[in-house]
């Protein structure tokens, strides 16, 4: 897609140039020849600071900058669904088109990109995100997302991969066959028990309500909650048990999974999982499901069998323990498992370390003591990373690397085999937070469940004496403009990344996650209409009677209406802010801070001298942001 403004033709033959990733995916970096215009930034005490002059057929042209014009261009080109670094770089590939650059300003722009491209932890954050705005509303949706998937904390920016590829091509060619089998197989025979299929005692009449739960299971579409009340509540072990021993893909076969151990393990996992509002084993079961599902699309192109059956065991165990508190909180509690954990990734940490304590401790229930030590290294390994990679304050930062694999290794499998660890991550990620693209009532439903939570911890936190977290607040949470910046910011990227990689996500997930997306947002409008009549209404109720107008002391006595909740205005960012402030001010500071920028773009030209502006006394001082 071309940037609005941009122009795509440069003069002489373009080369590509490696290494350059922009955040469309598509490299436009290429070498020109052409005729060069010498430019420098320079100064004017009686106007505004910041000009341009440009020699062009011996004639000298300046071109002042107004603030006003410097804001109109940065919310015009600035793309909020971006971070600020790749906000600069889509600037910095704009100017690559251009027809009159030197050699040295052209390679000056791609080293910017390159090291721009090397950004820290949260770089990735989109610009909308660290942008403050005037209501609450706007800040705590912010804060929450802010908060819960980059680590940085209300906008501020504080803040190997272990794996072993085993990758069988041939196996993964023949999974698209054996899930078609398994389909035409996916009810048990009538000759068959039925108790070889569900891993606990049941009757005929409840496992037939079980099979027909479970006979959509590779549907992206599929809701768990009709095999919650199927199973009694045993979702996970239904599931889980279904899913390693499908009829085509035998993982429990192919790997010597003792059949009584499973069903033990499967027990174990499940009663593991406490009756929280939304970390529940019904949220695992979900995750399982999608996971699989995602599998069947494409994954099983990518992946091993062994990886996949990690992979769907990870979805199993993601939240095993889960006390429906935030990492968050258990660090600003000093809980147990804070102080376990050392504050890092500290659920994600006690998932991980609980299964395997747990099966270290008892025998009966450890699935994978008939492995040999490779494939047992291989799994554990995966299932830490998997596990580890589900802390939500790690998003940004993985869907940054993962955007960059994609864009290095493109949709051919062969290319993934030493990089699946990040896929069958990414994959776990985004089912983890795929529920708001599923079906609208399905998505509703795990919304609600997730602010029940939310708000639990809200309380807990208030009876603590806690900072009460973004969101957490039951008596000012907003659930649709939360939803629609979760959406908007977290699972859409997400899914349209794995789409690039899986042509079917992109096709089968993302109309759903729209059709969600505008359900949130007219709930949203329309409590933003409801808003907007509650204030008029107080407005009104406030008036003076007899509309007769206060006295001026009145006046100066009125306290001021406070900002409506629907008026969200958006301030300026700091980095719009400093780029204006250099524009609109003639200070000696900023006089000297332009200088030295323009000194250091253009000290690769011989023929081009420093400003002696930097070397006057008395412009010492730093210039602060």
Same mark, same amino acid.
């Given at each position: 897609?071309?940037?609005?403004?941009?122009?795509?033709? /440069?003069?002489?033959?373009?080369?590509?140039?490696?290494?350059?990733?922009?955040?469309?995916?598509?490299?436009?970096?290429?070498?020109?020849?052409?005729?060069?215009?010498?430019?420098? @930034?320079?100064?004017?005490?009686?106007?505004?600071?910041?000009?341009?002059?440009?020699?062009?057929?011996?004639?000298?042209?300046?071109?002042?900058?107004?603030?006003?014009?410097?804001?109109?261009?940065?919310?015009?080109?600035?793309?909020?669904?971006?971070?600020?670094?790749?906000?600069? @770089?889509?600037?910095?590939?704009?100017?690559?088109?251009?027809?009159?650059?030197?050699?040295?300003?052209?390679?000056?722009?791609?080293?910017?990109?390159?090291? +721009?491209? $090397?950004?820290?932890?949260?770089?990735?954050?989109?610009?909308?995100?660290?942008?403050?705005?005037?209501?609450?509303?706007?800040? !705590?949706?912010?804060?929450?997302?802010?908060?819960?998937?980059?680590?940085?904390?209300?906008?501020?920016?504080?803040?190997?991969?272990?794996?072993?590829?085993?990758?069988?091509?041939?196996?993964?060619? /023949? =999974?698209?066959?054996?899930?078609?089998?398994?389909?035409?197989?996916?009810?048990?025979?009538?000759?068959?028990?039925?108790?070889?299929?569900?891993?606990?005692?049941?009757?005929?009449? !409840?496992?037939?309500?079980?099979?027909?739960?479970?006979?959509?299971?590779?549907?992206?579409?599929?809701?768990?909650?009709?095999?919650?009340?199927?199973?009694?509540?045993?979702? /996970?072990?239904?599931?889980?048990?279904?899913?390693?021993?499908?009829?085509?893909?035998? =993982?429990? !076969?192919?790997?010597?999974?003792?059949?009584?151990? /499973?069903?033990?393990?499967?027990? +174990?996992?499940?009663?593991?999982?406490?009756?929280?509002?939304?970390?529940?084993?019904?949220?695992?079961?979900?995750?399982?499901?999608?996971?699989?599902?995602?599998?069947?699309?494409?994954?099983?192109?990518?992946?091993?069998?062994?990886?996949?059956?990690?992979?769907?065991?990870? $979805?199993?165990?993601?939240?095993?323990?889960?006390?429906?508190?935030?990492?968050?909180?258990?660090?600003?509690?000093?809980?147990?498992?804070?102080?376990?954990?050392?504050?890092?990734?500290?659920?994600?940490?006690?998932?991980?370390?609980?299964?395997?304590?747990?099966?270290?401790?008892?025998?009966?229930?450890?699935? =994978?003591?008939?492995?040999?030590?490779?494939?047992?290294?291989?799994?554990?390994?995966?299932?830490?990373?998997?596990?580890?990679?589900?802390?939500?304050?790690?998003?940004?930062?993985?869907?940054?690397?993962?955007?960059?694999? @994609?864009?290095?290794?493109?949709?051919?499998?062969?290319?993934?085999?030493?990089?699946?660890?990040?896929?069958?991550?990414?994959?776990?990620?985004?089912?983890?937070?795929?529920?708001?693209?599923?079906?609208?009532?399905?998505?509703?439903?795990?919304?609600?469940?997730?602010?029940?939570?939310?708000?639990?911890?809200?309380?807990?936190?208030?009876?603590?004496?806690?900072?009460?977290?973004?969101?957490?607040?039951?008596?000012?949470?907003?659930?649709?403009?939360?939803?629609?910046?979760?959406?908007?910011?977290?699972?859409?990227?997400?899914?349209?990344?794995?789409?690039?990689? =899986?042509?079917?996500?992109?096709?089968?997930?993302?109309?759903?996650?729209?059709?969600?997306?505008?359900?949130?947002?007219?709930?949203?409008?329309?409590?933003?209409?409801?808003?907007?009549?509650?204030?008029?209404?107080?407005?009104? $109720?406030?008036?003076?009677?007899?509309?007769?107008?206060?006295?001026?002391?009145?006046?100066?006595?009125?306290?001021?209406?406070?900002?409506?909740?629907?008026?969200?205005?958006?301030?300026?960012?700091?980095?719009?802010?400093?780029?204006?402030?250099?524009?609109?001010?003639?200070?000696?500071?900023?006089?000297?801070?332009?200088?030295?920028?323009?000194?250091?773009?253009?000290?690769?030209?011989?023929?081009?001298?420093?400003?002696?502006?930097?070397?006057?006394?008395?412009?010492?001082?730093?210039?602060?942001?």
């Amino acid at each position: 897609m071309k940037r609005a403004g941009s122009d795509d033709t /440069l003069s002489g033959p373009p080369s590509p140039v490696h290494g350059v990733r922009t955040p469309s995916r598509r490299s436009i970096l290429k070498e020109s020849s052409g005729n060069y215009s010498p430019r420098s @930034i320079g100064s004017n005490s009686n106007a505004n600071l910041l000009s341009l002059t440009e020699e062009s057929h011996g004639t000298m042209k300046t071109h002042q900058i107004t603030p006003e014009e410097a804001t109109s261009i940065l919310d015009s080109r600035i793309l909020e669904n971006l971070s600020p670094a790749e906000n600069a @770089i889509m600037m910095q590939q704009d100017l690559l088109n251009s027809t009159h650059l030197t050699k040295e300003e052209r390679i000056s722009i791609i080293y910017t990109i390159q090291v +721009l491209q $090397a950004d820290p932890d949260g770089a990735g954050v989109p610009f909308a995100l660290q942008t403050e705005y005037e209501d609450e509303m706007g800040d !705590e949706v912010n804060d929450w997302l802010l908060q819960d998937f980059s680590g940085l904390s209300s906008r501020s920016e504080k803040k190997h991969r272990s794996h072993m590829s085993m990758k069988s091509l041939a196996r993964g060619v /023949l =999974f698209a066959l054996r899930v078609q089998r398994s389909l035409e197989k996916s009810r048990p025979n009538i000759t068959d028990s039925y108790q070889n299929h569900i891993p606990f005692d049941c009757t005929q009449e !409840e496992a037939d309500e079980i099979f027909a739960a479970l006979s959509s299971i590779e549907e992206w579409g599929w809701d768990v909650r009709p095999l919650v009340a199927a199973t009694k509540g045993r979702p /996970l072990q239904a599931l889980g048990y279904h899913v390693l021993k499908r009829d085509g893909c035998n =993982f429990a !076969e192919q790997f010597s999974l003792d059949n009584a151990t /499973l069903k033990r393990w499967l027990e +174990l996992v499940e009663t593991s999982y406490t009756n929280t509002k939304y970390h529940n084993s019904a949220h695992a079961a979900d995750v399982l499901q999608s996971v699989f599902s995602i599998i069947c699309m494409e994954g099983h192109r990518y992946l091993s069998e062994i990886e996949q059956m990690a992979l769907v065991m990870a $979805a199993m165990v993601h939240d095993m323990g889960h006390d429906g508190m935030s990492n968050i909180f258990h660090k600003n509690a000093l809980t147990q498992r804070a102080l376990d954990h050392n504050d890092q990734s500290i659920q994600e940490n006690f998932h991980a370390a609980s299964l395997f304590t747990r099966m270290a401790a008892d025998e009966s229930v450890n699935i =994978f003591k008939h492995l040999s030590k490779q494939h047992f290294t291989q799994i554990r390994q995966i299932l830490i990373h998997c596990l580890l990679h589900t802390d939500m304050s790690k998003h940004f930062v993985n869907l940054k690397e993962f955007k960059g694999m @994609i864009d290095a290794k493109g949709q051919v499998p062969d290319e993934w085999v030493d990089e699946s660890d990040v896929l069958m991550a990414i994959v776990l990620h985004t089912a983890d937070i795929g529920a708001q693209a599923k079906p609208v009532n399905v998505a509703k439903y795990w919304a609600q469940c997730c602010m029940q939570e939310f708000w639990e911890q809200g309380d807990k936190e208030k009876e603590l004496g806690l900072p009460i977290s973004p969101q957490c607040n039951r008596e000012s949470a907003n659930v649709p403009s939360a939803q629609v910046g979760f959406i908007k910011y977290i699972v859409q990227p997400s899914f349209e990344a794995l789409g690039d990689l =899986f042509p079917v996500v992109q096709m089968t997930c993302l109309p759903m996650l729209k059709n969600t997306l505008s359900h949130w947002q007219q709930q949203e409008a329309n409590d933003k209409e409801a808003a907007i009549r509650k204030d008029d209404a107080a407005l009104a $109720a406030s008036s003076t009677p007899n509309n007769t107008s206060p006295v001026a002391g009145d006046l100066q006595n009125t306290t001021p209406l406070p900002l409506p909740q629907h008026a969200r205005v958006r301030r300026q960012s700091m980095i719009h802010k400093n780029v204006i402030r250099m524009v609109s001010s003639n200070t000696p500071e900023i006089t000297r801070a332009i200088s030295e920028t323009s000194d250091t773009l253009i000290r690769a030209g011989p023929t081009k001298e420093r400003s002696n502006s930097a070397g006057q006394e008395g412009q010492h001082d730093e210039v602060k942001g």
